[in-house]
């Protein structure tokens, strides 16, 4: 089955710095990369998504690269603030189409922007 | 956008009773849907997939007589957790897709914090 590696496992930012998430696949057939926030007690967040025929997608401050030759996927957060403070979780998925396909989440990443 | 309701947010139920968890998709038909279980600090794990009107399929170590799943319809899931016991706390999130047509996102619903005392 899939199995995805997330890093770091926490992450202190100052406000205002860039925050890079770094996560790494290993099925080949996985063609669907969400990231989501989940904050203490809540539900996963969407927060940016690609598919497997993409490299890059930009959503106003977040941004996700993906590189399949590597199997690895990133997410950039640019221009941090405090409420970015949350736990950041990668997955991955064989379902950017119709069908049953599981996610399978990263370990997450604690993110923390100080002030 | 789609939206998934899961109910209770919250039960506190004494060692060996059962516990019902209810998801349901409020706009849009949910063929599959996705249980999950995560402790605290930790990810979500995925427990189960259903799909509407068959026998859900279980991860490897779940117990599917402990962890009932019924997707009788395609807009109810629900999770029942019998004789529930102090290790079974945990915070509970199912996620439902849809078939065909429009958006083949994961939905996820609130999530339900058992304690078992």
């Known amino acids: 089955g899939e199995n995805v590696e997330q890093h770091p496992s926490t992450l202190s930012v100052q406000e205002g710095d860039s925050a890079v998430i770094k996560c790494t696949y290993s099925d080949s057939a996985s063609n669907y990369f969400p990231w989501y926030k989940q904050e203490l007690g809540k539900r996963p967040q969407l927060i940016i998504d690609?598919?497997?025929?993409?490299g890059e997608k930009k959503d106003q401050r977040i941004a996700v690269t993906l590189n399949k030759t590597a199997k690895h996927f990133s997410l950039h957060i640019t221009e941090t603030q405090p409420e970015d403070s949350a736990v950041y979780f990668c997955?991955?998925?064989?379902?950017?189409?119709?069908?049953?396909?599981?996610?399978?989440f990263g370990k997450g990443t604690k993110l923390s922007v100080i002030p | 956008g789609a939206v998934v309701s899961q109910h209770p947010s919250w039960v506190i139920c004494k060692s060996g009773t059962s516990v019902k968890i209810e998801c349901r998709s409020l706009?849009?038909?949910?063929?599959?849907m996705f249980w999950y279980r995560q402790f605290p600090k930790q990810s979500l794990m995925l427990m189960a997939t259903s799909n509407e009107g068959s026998k859900a399929t279980y991860e490897q170590g779940v117990e599917k007589d402990k962890f009932l799943i019924n997707h009788a319809s395609l807009t109810l899931s629900t999770l029942t957790v019998t004789s529930a016991h102090p290790e079974d706390s945990s915070f509970y999130i199912c996620s439902a897709r849809s078939g065909g047509g429009g958006s083949y996102g994961y939905t996820f619903g609130s999530g339900t914090r058992l304690t078992v005392v």
């Open positions: 997955a991955a998925s064989r379902g950017s189409g119709a069908g049953s396909y599981q996610l399978t």
């Open positions: 690609i598919r497997s025929n993409v």
């Open positions: 706009d849009f038909q949910a063929t599959t």
